[in-house]
């Protein structure tokens, strides 16, 4: 069962989408819903400053970081009474944190009481790594927290049905088991996407998600692409069939992630629904 939901909230327009998607969840799967603000950390822990020549200088007066302190607390404060106001307004009794600290990791820390983590591919604090696709946060985030994390797209959309990219990894099968829970809880209708041109492997993944379907006792109708991961994955969305993806996350290692770049990456980055990710 689905029982807490963890939104990461900085007052962007992303994660407002982000938002949206955690409160019509929530409500799918009468769940509870708690929205998480971290206030960053170095921020406040007064760097050395540099002057123009380079040479080190004094660090921030006291005072000076008192009052940052001050504002992060204060616009802290409203994001979080924000979200308070409109989830009541959707009829929705929700939990609210502020924390001091490094982002990602308090958003991980903070995700261990929770089911899964609904966040924006790209918040407040959007850093673009050299040649990524993601939110230094968000990339953090799905690596390391070990929990669902649904990234949310730039638009929202009701989710209607659902459908789990299988390759037989050991992410694809937690990642099965969780879409199929899902599925049932919300009476989404779930697809098993298998891209592979081998026959062979297609049939026995096929059997591997009839037999999971089996013991949730629901239906996973399975269809079979040729082609590349990505590709076929990001048409197949293309093609309105979902409104929601899941898949495992990072199947390849770091290495060829970084030669080749990730079916991960390619797909949240330019997925029109979210992708709902497993490690």
């Given amino acids: 069962m689905t029982n807490k939901i963890l939104i990461p909230v900085d007052g962007s327009a992303n994660?407002?989408?982000?938002v949206e998607y955690g409160i019509y969840i929530s409500r799918k799967l009468n769940s509870t819903l708690s929205a998480l603000h971290v206030m960053d950390v170095n921020l406040l822990q007064g760097p050395m400053l540099t002057d123009i020549s380079g040479a080190a200088v004094m660090p921030p007066s006291e005072s000076f970081l008192d009052a940052v302190e001050a504002s992060l607390n204060e616009k802290a404060d409203l994001i979080l009474k924000s979200f308070r106001e409109h989830c009541r307004?959707?009829?929705l009794q929700v939990e609210t944190k502020k924390v001091v600290g490094r982002i990602s990791e308090t958003i991980i820390e903070e995700a261990r009481d929770a089911d899964f983590i609904v966040m924006a591919k790209k918040g407040e604090h959007f850093h673009l790594k050299a040649g990524g696709f993601l939110g230094s946060v968000a990339e953090s985030v799905i690596r390391h927290a070990a929990k669902p994390v649904m990234v949310t797209p730039e638009n929202f959309l009701e989710i209607e049905s659902m459908a789990i990219a299988y390759d037989g990894s050991?992410?694809?099968?937690k990642a099965l088991d969780f879409s199929l829970n899902l599925s049932k809880q919300a009476a989404w209708p779930i697809t098993g996407?298998?891209?592979t041109e081998d026959m062979?492997?297609?049939?026995?993944l096929t059997m591997q998600i009839e037999n999971a379907?089996?013991?949730e006792e629901t239906e996973c109708e399975v269809i079979i692409l040729p082609g590349k991961e990505g590709t076929e994955i990001l048409k197949f969305i293309g093609e309105g069939a979902v409104e929601l993806m899941v898949m495992g996350a990072y199947g390849h290692n770091r290495l060829r992630e970084l030669l080749?770049?990730?079916?991960?990456s390619q797909v949240i980055q330019k997925s029109p629904v979210p992708v709902l990710l497993m490690r």
């Fill in 193 to 195: 996407v298998i891209i």
């Fill in 89 to 91: 307004w959707k009829g």
């Fill in 170 to 173: 050991p992410s694809a099968q």
């Fill in 15 to 18: 994660s407002d989408i982000a």
């Fill in 200 to 204: 062979d492997k297609a049939s026995k």
């Fill in 260 to 264: 080749l770049g990730s079916t991960t």
């Fill in 213 to 215: 379907a089996e013991k």
